[in-house]
């Protein structure tokens, strides 16, 4: 099973500023995803980030607000840009293996409050 | 939209209790799968159904996809305290790797 290693575990932010969220797998994927969980919610998709490609975003989330890159097959940043309260989630990637690609490991997430 | 709906929303129970959660959706799922979430952790994969009608089970936990594989149950027998976290259904269709999760349910097992 993927191991998968989030940075930072936790951050507080001011309001304006962004930051970039680190996803390192310890082997070669590629599929990978970022998500949202806002406090005491489900799980919402933000995008998915494809080795090679641009990443694919879901309705409601864009480029310029979270920018992704994904720069091998075992690496990839998720940015939150200009960030109000609004944005204050848990922030967690995920990969995808198996035959179906449906076996999904998760990262512990990245705690964001924005102030 | 896809959406995915659980039953419960909370639960709180006591030790040696059975409970049952379920995952209900309009749409038509090529897999389902359950997570457990524990605060200050990502999700962790329990189960992937993949059949209508297929039963998993999983030492105390049992697992169902309904048959049209629109629906899915989970089912605890016996629950104990470590039981308690955040449960999740979520469900891939056919064509597409993406997950859609459903809107949780959180289980407190009280000793």
């Known amino acids: 099973s993927a191991v998968i290693s989030q940075k930072p575990s936790r951050d507080i932010c001011q309001r304006g500023t962004s930051l970039t969220i680190q996803c390192q797998v310890d082997?070669?994927?590629?599929?990978m995803f970022w998500y949202r969980q806002q406090p005491g919610q489900s799980l919402t998709l933000i995008a998915t980030?494809?080795?090679?490609?641009?990443?694919?975003?879901e309705s409601g989330f864009v480029i310029d607000k979270f920018p992704i890159s994904r720069p091998n097959l075992t690496f990839s940043t998720l940015t939150v840009s200009n960030m109000s309260p609004e944005d204050s989630s848990i922030y967690l990637c995920?990969?995808?293996?198996?035959?179906?690609?449906?076996?999904?490991?998760f990262g512990a997430g990245t705690r964001l409050s924005v102030l | 939209t896809q959406l995915l709906e659980q039953s419960p929303q909370f639960l709180s129970i006591q030790e040696g209790e059975n409970l049952t959660v379920y995952c209900n959706s309009s749409?038509?799922?090529?897999?389902l799968q359950w997570y457990r979430q524990e605060p200050g952790e990502g999700p962790v994969l329990l189960v992937t159904v993949v059949t209508g009608g297929e039963v998993k089970k999983l030492k105390r936990l049992t697992f169902q996809f309904g048959d049209a594989r629109k629906d899915s149950s989970l089912h605890i027998t016996a629950a104990q305290t470590g039981d308690t976290g955040l449960y999740l259904c979520?469900?891939?269709?056919?064509?597409?790797?993406?997950?859609?999760f459903g809107t949780g349910t959180r289980l407190k097992v009280l000793a």
């Open positions: 995920s990969v995808a293996e198996g035959m179906g690609r449906n076996i999904q490991y």
């Open positions: 749409s038509v799922f090529s897999s």
């Open positions: 980030a494809n080795q090679g490609s641009e990443a694919t975003y």
């Open positions: 082997s070669q994927v590629t599929m």
């Open positions: 979520a469900g891939t269709t056919s064509g597409t790797y993406k997950y859609i």
